[in-house]
């Protein structure tokens, strides 16, 4: 079946993944900007990183069939610097016009402090003025409700955010009903540790349906397994799922919120 992984950070993965990916019906990725496994010292940093991710990888994955796209931002992990993410934000204009590039992304908390918090904010209101799409990365573990309550709370006290242009990622059994019922898309990260499996994201599709949720795999400098969206197709087959529902999470859901980039969502109306 071919799908849209909708996050997955293929900078950190080798090429031999792509490979993998095409094979099991990959039509395209989906990048957000994330954390380099340290924190970058300066904006000029980014820079560079920005232009890996508009010029680079695309070429990289269109050698083996998968189209490539990207979210621009600065991460939550090195958003405590405020200073440093001025300067970064100041640099993601530049790049928004790129051909692969989606909106910001992906933006949000990590340990849900104030200056965090603040970042964020600064990259909704970039986001507004240019009317991209947001990609918001929920904290891990212990932090996550917390965060997501956070997150849910700066969002909807923002009159001129519109839910359906905004897709909170990272969710699980405990985050996932408000975010949808506040009108948001939502990700469900399928990790071998943490975030969610192929069988507890059946789970919470068989509780909460199909609409307005994404299954991605976040393959990343850690634990992770690009191959995860294939292993939810196959438990959504094995627990009895017909392959029109399977293809509504796995690549209708994705075209649509994508569909709403706005440079680029021309390419992804409709669903093939």
Known sequence: MKYIDPHIHMI?????????????????????????????????????????????????????????????????????????????????????????????????????????????????ELALKTDELVLIHTPHLQDKYKGTRMILDLLTDNPRVKPGR????????????????????????????????PDRAVDMIERYGTERVLVNSAGDWGPSDPMAVPDFIRAMRSRGHDDGDIRRVVWENPRRFFSGAVRIGSRFKGAE
């Open 12 to 124: 950190s993965r080798v090429t031999d993944d792509y490979v993998r990916l095409a094979r099991a019906g990959c039509a395209a990725v989906s990048e957000p900007a994330f954390w380099a496994g340290f924190d970058r010292g300066s904006a000029e940093g980014f820079r560079d990183y920005f232009r890996h991710l508009t010029e680079v990888e695309p070429r990289r994955a269109g050698q083996f069939g998968v189209e490539h796209f990207c979210w621009l931002c600065i991460n939550a992990k090195e958003a405590e610097n405020v200073s440093l993410a001025r300067d970064v934000i100041a640099v993601i204009p530049e790049f928004l016009d790129r051909p692969n590039v989606l909106g910001i992304g992906e933006i949000g908390l990590n340990k849900n402090t104030k200056n965090e918090a603040e970042v964020f904010q600064l990259q909704v």
């Open 166 to 197: 905004v897709c909170i990622d990272h969710v699980e059994e405990h985050t996932i009903q408000p975010a949808l019922d506040a009108g948001f898309w939502v990700g469900m990260t399928l990790y071998p540790v943490t975030k969610c499996t």
